[in-house]
């Protein structure tokens, strides 16, 4: 099991808006206007990280329980007959397992193009800085910082969620699978654990933790890795070229050493 905590202190940095260069346990990172990584490999003996404090959690802890009492709850409640509309249903007989599997899938491609753009827009800068920073404030992200965000940004994101279901109508017990795996997938990612189980180490277009870890700690308008949960869209717009430099990098010193 691999731990990125230690990557570096690139947010402590990234409001400067500059280039600068961050040292590891063993490499300097250096991050040019771009965001784009032009790092070498060297020999230091720090490691520069932003650590949690008991506060910092109760703060998450004591916001996450306000949200989902007074944001996501009455959000849900209101929502409800919009979705019978749209064709959810409670009744026997359960759907297939092949109608779920399906569903999942669609919802999982769409909730991640959808969410791709609309994380994309929240790093321009008056979107980062009146709302999106709050989720930022966490430099090494821990699991429940997964859902630490302006109120804004839930209902904003949150549409990505859940316009799969909106448009299927699926069962109800299709619906609270995908809120389970969704749940589970992003406090996944903002864990800083790459787990044995991490679907990343079965699925290939999968993010993960390593993927998303990077995102928090680089220039905020230039961080890259903006999808939820797989990597081709960052791929295909160019938006994960930091990381991917990062990551040959690493490879290359495996290599040297």
Request: aromatic fraction near 16%; glycine fraction near 8%.
């Amino acid at each position: 099991m691999k731990v990125f905590s230690s990557y570096l202190g690139f947010h402590q940095y990234a409001l400067r808006g500059q280039a600068f260069s961050a040292n590891t346990k063993s490499r300097t990172i250096n991050v040019n206007k771009d965001g784009l990584v032009t790092g070498h490999v060297v020999v230091t003996s720090t490691i520069k990280r932003k650590s949690n404090t008991p506060d910092a959690h109760g703060k998450c802890i004591m916001r996450l329980i306000f949200y989902h009492v007074f944001v996501n709850l009455p959000v849900m409640t209101a929502s409800y007959p919009a979705f019978r509309y749209m064709g959810l249903r409670s009744s026997l007989p359960l759907p297939h397992w092949s109608v779920v599997l399906s569903q999942m899938l669609f919802y999982f491609i769409l909730e991640d193009f959808v969410f791709y753009w609309g994380h994309r827009a929240l790093h321009t800068k008056w979107l980062y800085k009146h709302v999106h920073s709050i989720h930022h404030e966490h430099a090494t992200p821990f699991g429940l910082t997964s859902e630490y965000a302006h109120p804004a940004e839930i209902l904003f994101l949150g549409f990505a969620t859940i316009i799969g279901p909106a448009l299927t109508g699926p069962h109800l017990i299709t619906l609270w699978l995908w809120v389970i795996l969704r749940v589970l997938e992003t406090v996944e990612v903002h864990s800083g654990y790459h787990f044995p189980w991490s679907p990343a180490n079965f699925l290939p277009l999968y993010g993960g933790a390593e993927f998303h870890d990077y995102h928090h700690r680089v220039l905020y308008t230039k961080s890259g890795n903006y999808s939820s949960t797989f990597i081709y869209m960052d791929w295909l717009f160019g938006t994960d070229k930091g990381y991917r430099k990062l990551k040959a990098l690493e490879e290359l010193e495996g290599k040297q050493s």
